[in-house]
């Protein structure tokens, strides 16, 4: 063989007769005649930090030739070991089996490469870092277990190779760049015994038709390896002991007896004993080698030490040019050598000044002493002493005891060990597992699966974090479960979970900590959902249903609450009092979870005792021209593009801003601007009066309203009427009410409006004086259809305007306002400004009501009468009171209301402008809930937000007729 090669290069051209001649690099299988027998060496284990490869030059050392390459080049893809594993959570498999066989000595040496080796290490650690950048970014490392589990892997191939040289190997190297024995190779080696026992039955099957001995197949190995151990002295051994006290260093000394043994013999010694002790207290090594994973030899040495270190050359650029420097100087020795050199005279040369690598052959001259001393062997004598029993077929008989039992021994052919290594390959490193039901499949589906039991040997750090966060469970299972009802929400069981977390946090450790975590997760997701999960929904006041899980009951279909999931209604428990459209009769009201019920059900039921016979002013609804029409789909909503919404958002707030300035009429949708996402009524009135100057005539040409247009007869609108639906559609049912309690004389100033709940003092309409003029007086500079907003009054006529106690001119029209809030207690009250409850002693109010119509009333107010709790009462706008009296006057209703801050729309009824027929008391009852297709819009929870909450201006407007 020229060179070495891959090992599954080796197997697949080996086992192929017929193309010996050419396969292979550089002739390898032409090299090796199929029916020699060879002896199979394995060397595996650690190197040092340092470019080249101690157990590369170990082998140019036994061969007494450059063998390996001093650099070796880095692959684009690793042989051998990584072709199967490529898709696994780990990565690349960085071991890799290069083969080297020696035709004169008949010896085939398998060296294993790992990630024990600084070139393999560095490519790990590179592919780690890339995986970091691509899963976290630059600079962001990958969590503890993520990291943990790509080296504990790492670790488990690395036993697996382990696994195949110790199956196929006669003798194996362990090399160590130190001259201290690691220990943890006894946990290795015990891993690897569990392993071979656990996929022994697999492994017999695999080679049961190869062409190799019956004991072979039954223990699936030639022999019990014998395993050596190769150590670095690396210069910590001293041969001269220093000086004595009170010798003088330069003089002459005083020498000790010379000792039997040289010091590095005597730590070959040390090492051996320590070695077997440590092997015989963990039960590695027994008195019956046929059951042990490997042996080691009772009366040979299975310790060397290789003196050599850092000075001695491990640099090979500095190697080469100091060669470079003596090859270039010519010395009388040698002509005297050349004749007596041996072997490839480049390699010897390379050893002439400066040993090779870290790993050389010692002389035997250079080791002999003249003190009486035993003279060590060579590296090469040291190995050639056990393969010697191999190539003679004596085999090694290493059982100790009473009543040892001889082990097998096996020395193969080329081209049988070949068949045999190469199917172990193929199922313990490929792992093939193309054919889910061949023989070779179902094997390597065993073997991974029985990785497993390595876990307990190697993986010491994830055994210790799992046992304890397996006792930190239990108590974050009792920190979620502390002071939980029984039936809790989903933010409940979020906090919990959060608790429980930070307990968990506390105790756990290692890499098992986030498979643990996800653990506490399920579990107390499954706690919550089983039978402890709390129905979702909330009620249009914002509060929970108290039921847990359920499903809602079908048309025609009754609740059931004994089923699994049980079929209830929702129910919150929170009931509240409320009147009728009328305002005269109050009754309960359960807390409702639709709009139907909340705006409608509700006062439907009070209707028919209190408020049936009284006068409507019905709103327009959806009428169906089919049997089964359907509600508006969402794509029918006219919603902005995406890249609109932020001027919406923008447009809203400025919109409502410059409403101030704006006349009454403007309000009303007198504008002739375009139906935008808003509708101009959504504008609130000022006290402009040049606004109110068009005639009645002008009133029927201006563009008619969303109302006005044909509605649909095919598709209805699924919620309330806004600002922010589609054109056309009407909702099944109004969410509004416009009753007539009676004649205007029906309201007696003196003594309020007589109705259940209202708080005393508070029971009183505001006064809305309204100037009326003759034609002679209107002569002036006015028009004769146009009437001055609320708040203003004739310059020249001002103290004709001024009304005398109990005196009432002739010019002037007097009507009465009220806005009423309504809490959940029923109680009731009206407030004559922004934020400002009525309270009159007697007599009437003396407030008139121009500043409340000229103002955004608030739509949610402080209770006048709060409770004892902390948690603040709420009064609700519920109805507008307007007493439009007997005279020659036209008040015109334009409700609107925005129950939310922007982008919330503004909400009003069906009928956007309704005209009050005059002599009537009329009571117009606003919506209980306010909801849109998004969902609905809540109560406000925070005092500072009542502000955005409100009930635009212009919400009256009074005009002649």
Not at 1 to 19: D, F, Q, T, Y
Not at 728 to 736: N, Q, Y
Request: hydrophobic fraction near 35%; include cysteine.
């Amino acid at each position: 063989m020229a060179g070495p090669v891959s090992l599954r290069e080796l197997l697949l051209a080996g086992g192929e007769p017929s193309g010996a001649a050419t396969a292979g690099p550089g002739g390898a299988a032409a090299a090796a005649p199929g029916e020699e027998e060879v002896c199979v060496v394995g060397i595996f284990g650690k190197t040092a930090l340092q470019l080249c490869s101690e157990k590369a030059a170990l082998v140019s050392t036994v061969c007494d030739r450059q063998v390996f390459p001093l650099f070796e080049r880095e692959e684009a893809e690793e042989a051998g070991g990584g072709a199967g594993r490529e898709g696994e959570a780990a990565g690349r498999d960085y071991n890799h089996l290069q083969a080297y066989y020696s035709q004169e000595s008949r010896v085939l040496y398998l060296v294993l490469t790992s990630i024990c080796d600084t070139p393999q290490l560095l490519r790990a650690c590179g592919d780690l870092a890339a995986a970091e950048s691509r899963e976290n970014g630059p600079g962001v490392p990958l969590p503890h277990a993520e990291a943990h589990e790509f080296w504990k892997h790492q670790e488990k191939l690395h036993c697996l190779s382990l696994l195949y040289l110790f199956s196929v190997c006669h003798i194996l190297l362990l090399v160590h760049p130190t001259c201290s024995f690691d220990i943890t190779y006894d946990r290795v080696f015990r891993a690897l015994d569990g392993l071979r026992q656990k996929v022994l039955p697999s492994l017999k099957a695999a080679i049961k038709d190869c062409p190799v001995g019956k004991e072979w197949k039954l223990n699936c190995r030639p022999c019990p390896p014998r395993l050596l151990f190769l150590f670095q002295l690396n210069g910590a051994l001293k041969v001269d002991p220093p000086p004595g006290r009170g010798q003088d260093p330069c003089g002459h000394l005083e020498k000790p007896p010379p000792k039997k043994h040289s010091p590095k013999r005597r730590l070959q010694h040390a090492l051996e004993d320590q070695i077997y002790r440590i092997f015989r207290k963990s039960r590695v090594l027994t008195n019956q080698s046929i059951n042990c994973l490997f042996t080691v030899p009772a009366n040979q040495a299975f310790v060397y030490i290789v003196a050599g270190g850092a000075q001695d050359g491990e640099d090979p650029v500095a190697m080469l040019l100091d060669q470079l420097r003596s090859n270039c100087t010519m010395r009388e020795t040698d002509s005297l050598l050349a004749p007596t050199l041996s072997g490839p005279r480049r390699y010897q040369m390379m050893r002439h000044g400066r040993q090779q690598l870290s790993f050389h052959a010692e002389s035997s001259s250079s080791s002999s002493s003249s003190s009486g001393q035993l003279v060590d062997c060579t590296l090469k004598e040291f190995l050639w002493q056990h393969v010697e029993l191999v190539l003679s077929k004596k085999g090694f008989d290493d059982s100790v005891g009473r009543n040892p039992q001889p082990s097998h021994f096996e020395l193969p052919t080329y081209q049988k060990w070949v068949a045999a290594a190469l199917k172990l390959y193929e199922v313990t490193i490929e792992g093939k597992d193309d054919d889910p039901t061949s023989l070779t499949g179902e094997l390597s589906s065993k073997i991974m699966g029985s990785i497993k039991v390595l876990e307990g040997y190697l993986d010491i750090d994830t055994k210790f974090s799992e046992n304890r966060c397996q006792k930190a469970l239990p108590m974050a299972h009792s920190a979620y479960q502390s002071n939980l009802p029984h039936n809790y929400t989903m933010t409940v069981h979020k906090n919990q979970l959060a608790q429980a977390l930070r307990v968990y946090s506390q105790h756990a450790r290692g890499p098992a900590f986030h498979k643990y975590a996800m653990q506490l997760n399920e579990d107390c997701y499954k706690f919550w959902s089983n039978g402890h999960q709390l129905c979702e929904e909330r009620s249009l006041t914002d509060q929970h249903c108290v039921h847990k899980f359920h499903l809602l009951p079908k048309a025609g279909e009754k609740p059931e609450a004994d089923r699994n999931p049980p079929i209830l209604y929702h129910n919150s428990r929170a009931r509240s009092t409320g009147a009728c459209n009328c305002g005269r009769k109050q009754a309960p009201r359960d807390d409702p979870f639709d709009i139907k019920a909340a705006n409608y059900d509700f006062y439907q039921l009070l209707e028919e005792k209190c408020c049936g016979k009284l006068e409507h002013i019905n709103f327009p609804i959806f009428q169906p021209s089919t049997p089964d029409p359907a509600p508006a789909r969402d794509e029918a909503s006219p919603a902005p593009p995406e890249g609109e919404i932020e001027k919406l958002k923008e447009k809203e707030p400025q919109t409502q801003g410059e409403s101030t300035g704006l006349s009454l009429a403007l309000s009303l949708g007198q504008s002739t601007g375009s139906l935008g996402t808003y509708p101009p009524d959504a504008q609130g009135g000022g006290d402009n009066a040049e606004g109110q100057g068009q005639s009645g005539e002008s009133k029927s040409e201006k563009r008619p309203s969303l109302v006005d247009r044909q509605a649909s007869t095919v598709e209805y609108l699924p919620g309330m009427l806004h600002s922010n639906c589609p054109k056309g559609l009407l909702p099944k049912f109004s969410s509004w009410s416009l009753v007539k309690l009676g004649p205007a004389k029906a309201y007696n100033f003196h003594t309020g409006l007589d109705q259940q709940g209202f708080i005393p003092g508070t029971n009183y309409l505001m006064p809305w004086d309204i100037v009326i003029r003759t034609r002679a007086e209107d002569e002036g500079d006015l028009d004769t259809n146009s009437w001055p907003a609320p708040n203003k009054a004739i310059p020249a006529k001002r103290s004709a305007v001024v009304m005398g106690r109990g005196r009432r001119r002739d010019d002037i029209a007097r009507a009465f306002v009220g806005f009423e809030y309504e809490d959940a207690r029923g109680r009731r009250f009206m407030c004559s400004g922004p934020d400002k409850v009525m309270k009159v002693m007697g007599g009437g109010p003396k407030e008139s009501a121009i500043k409340a119509l000229n103002s955004d009333m608030p739509l949610y107010i402080l209770s006048s009468t709060q409770g004892r709790g902390l948690k603040p009462h709420y009064a609700q706008f519920m109805r507008l009171f307007v007493v439009v009296p007997d005279a020659p006057l036209q008040i015109t209703l334009t409700p609107q209301v925005q129950p939310g801050p922007p982008p919330c729309p503004v909400f009003y009824p069906e009928k956007q402008e309704i005209t009050l027929p005059s002599d009537g008391l009329w009571v117009l009852r606003f919506p209980y809930a306010y909801v849109t297709e998004r969902g609905p819009c809540f109560p406000p929870k925070e005092s500072q937000q009542l502000m955005s909450y409100k009930v635009l201006r212009g919400i009256l407007k009074a005009m002649t007729q």
